[in-house]
């Protein structure tokens, strides 16, 4: 697919992507290189992935890293309680240790990991290596042996190889520095926060009854909220949960009082909390005049508590 395709065809999925990553992603399944996406938390890394496999009508296999991720994990295990169950069935059938050895350590007994799944599709799928970042070192160094030869050696049953190459895709929030050799195995997009723009119409996409209003004071507010240092900077993620927040409780406009009981939609720490609570005044002009629901109500609609922002 060309780059234009793959916008429109994203677009029907309710992702908007940017020329930069539709570009990327034309050029990783063209050349068959996998696609190392970096970028803030929340800003559709993941999703782009889930997507892509979507479009493609295939599967996503996801392998989620973390430290101290190892190859086993990654790769394959064996099904000891299933071997050693088999092993207690045949005991007295009189079989040679060879025999029994080849039976448990065979296909049936063996636990396909992510990567050993991807390369034994019928189907190329969308491998998803995610937060590659969160992996040590020598995962990477494992993990850059597997994507040069998509094809795994296992001693007790021999060297499998990929049926079909599986489309790649790599994501980081850069919480460290990968090394240059996977770097250059790569085809390479930063996925940036969305302009105001974009916002809207990724709001849109994903929600169509949202009113046009609203989506803009959102992108707005998301836009001047970025410029603030908080700990946790909100991503598209919280933009969409925020609005599905404002949907369910039928508000159709940001004022001061729906902000202060939706503010744990977009910002997840304390700090940050009070961070907002010392900036408030920055945030006035973007904010509609005070609704003419009150309190009162709002509690008798929808039996909500009271949730009170800090205030400096």
């Not at 296999?61 to 088999?86: F, V």
Request: charged share 25%; glycine share 4%; net charge negative.
């Amino acid at each position: 697919m060309i780059a234009d395709q793959i916008r429109e065809r994203f677009a029907a999925a309710g992702y908007i992507a940017s020329v930069d990553l539709a570009t990327a992603l034309e050029l990783a399944t063209g050349l068959e290189k996998p696609l190392l996406i970096e970028g803030p938390a929340g800003v559709g890394k993941t999703e782009s992935a889930k997507v892509l496999a979507d479009v493609l009508g295939t599967r996503l296999i996801r392998l989620q890293c973390y430290e101290g991720l190892d190859a086993s994990a990654a790769l394959y295990e064996w099904n000891y309680p299933k071997q050693l169950l088999r092993i207690r069935l045949t005991e007295h059938e009189g079989m040679a240790v060879e025999q029994r050895e080849a039976q448990i350590f065979s296909e049936p007994f063996l636990l396909r990991r992510p990567l050993l799944e991807a390369i034994t599709q019928e189907k190329a799928p969308v491998l998803l290596v995610d937060e590659v970042d969160r992996a040590d070192e020598a995962f990477e160094a494992f993990l850059l042996e597997v994507l040069g030869e998509f094809q795994v050696t296992i001693p007790e049953v021999g060297t499998i190889r990929a049926r079909h190459r599986p489309v790649v895709i790599l994501t980081s929030n850069r919480s460290r520095e990968l090394s240059d050799a996977l770097r250059r195995r790569c085809i390479y997009v930063w996925l940036a926060y969305p302009s105001q723009e974009q916002e809207v119409a990724i709001l849109q996409a994903r929600l169509p009854n949202i009113d046009a209003q609203l989506a803009e004071q959102i992108a707005k507010f998301m836009a001047r909220v970025r410029e603030d240092p908080f700990q946790k900077v909100p991503g598209i993620a919280e933009s969409l949960d925020w609005a599905r927040a404002l949907l369910q409780l039928h508000r159709d406009a940001l004022d001061e009082a729906t902000v202060d009981k939706t503010l744990g939609c977009i910002l997840k720490q304390q700090e940050d909390w009070e961070l907002f609570a010392a900036q408030r005044d920055r945030y006035a002009s973007l904010l509609a005049p005070p609704s003419q629901t009150t309190h009162q109500e709002f509690e008798t609609d929808y039996g909500l508590g009271t949730v009170r922002t800090p205030r400096g």
